[in-house]
């Protein structure tokens, strides 16, 4: 069964129309890039998945209890929030276990002799040990740490842009989503980080579809292309090379209909 299938999908602004009439679904552990030039409504399509934004026309046929995650493109972030966290702002039972673990470990380690900090702290452990939650924050630093990330403890607002983006994909990575939704995940990492999460995306456990412009990425983690052009969706089972060379057929094929 898809993860999530869309059903004559449209979206314009004012007299400007991105695409119409789109048909397309997603199934468990599709690696979907997503490719067209400049204005043809990419990241548009990701923001209408992600429910951040909605299509003019068209619905969703989503499985059930569907987890998703999107990275935006540009990450937005809350006012005084440390790194770690941003990373677990999501309001999922284990998430909050891991954040109240760590200001209470913070509080305790600011007032070592307060007793009402220290109990507090012994309150989180335990209800860190119940939700068996010592996995989940472990791999957010190991996340960050690979993403290039090593200050947990620094306010989110004052990274760099290149550090937030960082930040936000963690962030995204870390809740294992049935469709996690990536724009521009490649922006600022490094030969080392790419390399890391292009393992990381090859082994994620649920379905991905991305927006970059890093084609060795996407010849490396894609196995299906989504083509926007001229308003249409196109659907190529291949990763980026591929993709390219069955383009170049379906329009050889489209100019040979045209000459007949």
Do not use: C
């Amino acid at each position: 069964m898809p993860v999530i299938t869309a059903d004559n999908i449209s979206k314009s602004y004012a007299d400007r129309l991105l695409f119409s009439g789109l048909n397309f679904s997603i199934e468990p552990g599709d690696r979907i890039g997503v490719v067209g030039i400049n204005g043809t409504g990419k990241s548009t399509l990701l923001k209408i998945l992600a429910g951040r934004e909605k299509a003019d026309t068209g619905s969703f046929i989503k499985q059930r209890d569907l987890r998703i995650e999107y990275l935006p493109q540009i990450p937005d972030f809350t006012e005084g929030q440390t790194v770690l966290e941003t990373v677990f702002s999501q309001p999922t039972p284990a998430v909050q276990v891991v954040r109240e673990y760590e200001l209470a470990q913070q509080l305790a380690a600011d007032k070592p002799n307060d007793t009402q900090a220290q109990n507090a702290l012994m309150l989180a452990i335990d209800k860190m040990n119940a939700q068996s939650a010592w996995e989940l924050e472990q791999n957010a630093r190991t996340i960050l740490t690979k993403l290039g990330i090593s200050d947990f403890s620094q306010k989110a607002v004052d990274l760099s842009g290149g550090q937030q983006k960082r930040v936000a994909l963690a962030a995204a990575l870390l809740q294992q989503a049935d469709l996690l939704i990536l724009d521009e995940p490649t922006n600022h990492l490094d030969h080392i980080a790419l390399d890391w999460l292009e393992s990381y995306l090859q082994h994620y456990s649920g379905a991905v579809i991305m927006v970059t412009h890093d084609r060795y990425f996407l010849d490396r983690v894609a196995r299906v292309m989504f083509e926007l052009e001229n308003g249409n969706l196109y659907r190529y089972e291949a990763n980026y090379t591929a993709y390219l060379e069955r383009k170049a057929e379906r329009e050889e094929m489209s100019q040979a209909i045209e000459q007949k």
